[in-house]
């Protein structure tokens, strides 16, 4: 591990904590669903239904019997009689209700109002590769306890970004390096890992689909490392896919429910590095592989009502679409996918609808870029990325549109010290002068909205 500098720890104090403007936070516990089969929706602050109290049917009018006054020559009957016929109706009446079964206690689902009923609209975001290197681990480590105690602390990275992940319905991030085990340790190029506190961190910031494909899947895979990751992500809230240490997990469909709409998850890479595919087990990671998408795509269609794709694939540092991503992103555009969200190329890609055969409409991004990372020798396009969002609309006739897509322009910023992901609106000009890469552009901040812009394309708002 290269020497990295003696990290201050910054566990409340950091510059980059706060909630970004225009977000609503909530808390992320509020949205999980467990492991990888259909889930119920889940109760969101800020987005329950407004209830409506039942209507009491109308009074019927009371009629007055036998409202006549009691003649003068009637006989009132003596208390004594009263007070008996009172003891024998009290008896009846215990009696009866005594017959009456009583009513099961009521569990915490059930308690209160009824349930709420689903929305049909779903606020999606989803980011690029979470790809922290060895120098990000040190700075971890320096967060927590004291350096060298084994333990890690990632969240302050994510603080900055955190409100607008908690503020979707779902929210997706490609976990690029597995989380291997504590006993490796943080390791980075070409042989990545990430420690297991990676997971708290992204699950605290509001993830709740992950996905694991990618050229570095396999990294540590014969030390264990994919089945140690596997099993973790197993344990957190979280819909997780991409590798797998079992053929039952792999066949899985990973989906999720949100607002009464089921979302499919489907993750692939285009290689693993060191190895080729036919030396590793059957089920560890997901290739690109067209018969196997179309296999896989044709089972998810039938269990959610959105199929998204994510493809880790592209040449690195190209910031336009190849022709090996766009073959593919036809390809799936052809099978019915909604939407694809492409990762791998360390830069982001442009965004674009295509027509599949049957006239579906999918939405492509070709590469949302790095969500944490710090090259050895970084350049300003490296550290630009992207958040992609839109909403889920499920319409009078039970399909599902797509609406109200946005790019969001994201950073990967460092001054030296610590390490912090912000929305480029969120980024000061303070601050942009502070950050080791930007710091040498003349204007930091129009750059990275002037860039986005450019390599996203028309037709699409950018929320700079």
């Known amino acids: 591990m290269p020497d990295v500098p003696d990290f201050p720890r910054n566990p409340k104090g950091s510059p980059h904590r706060g909630t970004p403007r225009g977000s609503t936070p909530r808390t992320g516990a509020a949205r999980r669903n467990t492991g990888t089969a259909t889930r119920p929706a889940a109760k969101r602050p800020g987005h329950a239904a407004h209830r409506t109290a039942a209507r009491l049917p109308g009074a019927r009018p009371r009629h007055r019997v036998g409202n006549v006054e009691p003649r003068p020559s009637q006989r009132r009957p003596a208390p004594v009689l009263l007070i008996m016929c009172a003891i024998a109706l009290f008896a009846v009446v215990g009696i009866i209700v005594s017959c009456i079964p009583k009513a099961a206690p009521s569990t915490a689902d059930d308690a209160g109002t009824a349930a709420e009923p689903a929305s049909g ?61 504590d006993d490796i340790g943080p390791a980075g190029y070409p042989s990545f890992n990430t420690t297991d506190a990676m997971a708290d961190a992204l699950v605290a910031t509001g993830f709740d689909l992950v996905g694991s494909a990618s050229n570095h899947s396999y990294d540590w895979g014969y030390f264990g490392a994919n089945d140690h990751s596997c099993a973790l992500w197993k344990k957190k809230n979280v819909v997780f896919t991409g590798t797998a240490s079992s053929e039952a997990d792999a066949n899985r469909i990973a989906t999720i429910e949100r607002n009464g709409i089921t979302f499919a998850l489907l993750d692939y890479t285009y290689g693993v590095n060191g190895y080729e595919a036919s030396d590793l087990p059957s089920y560890a990671v997901n290739f690109i592989d067209k018969n196997r998408i179309a296999a896989d795509v044709s089972r998810a269609r039938e269990q959610a009502d959105v199929v998204l794709v994510a493809m880790h694939w592209g040449t690195e540092n190209l910031m336009e679409a190849d022709d090996y991503q766009t073959e593919y992103a036809q390809y799936l555009a052809d099978l019915g996918v909604d939407v694809v969200l492409g990762s791998h190329p360390h830069v982001i890609g442009p965004m674009t609808w295509l027509n599949g055969k049957d006239g579906h409409r999918t939405l492509v991004a070709y590469s949302l870029g790095n969500f944490l990372s710090r090259h050895e020798s970084p350049q300003p396009k490296n550290e630009l990325e992207g958040m992609l969002s839109c909403d889920f609309v499920r319409g009078e006739n039970g399909s599902v549109d797509i609406e109200n897509v946005v790019w969001t322009p994201l950073v990967n910023y460092t001054d030296g010290q610590t390490y912090a992901v912000y929305a480029v609106k969120d980024l000061t000009n303070e601050l942009a002068a502070n950050d080791t890469v930007f710091s040498g552009l003349e204007d930091p901040v129009a750059w990275l909205k002037q860039t986005s812009a450019e390599v996203v394309g028309d037709g699409f708002q950018i929320d700079a």
């Open 121 to 181: 609209r779903v606020h999606f975001v989803a980011v690029g590769d979470n790809l922290p290197e060895d120098r990000i681990g040190a700075w971890a480590d320096a967060q927590a306890g004291t350096t060298g105690d084994g333990t890690y602390d990632y969240t302050a990275i994510y603080e900055p970004i955190k409100g607008y992940i908690e503020s979707a319905d779902l929210a997706y991030v490609k976990e690029e390096t597995h989380c291997g085990g």
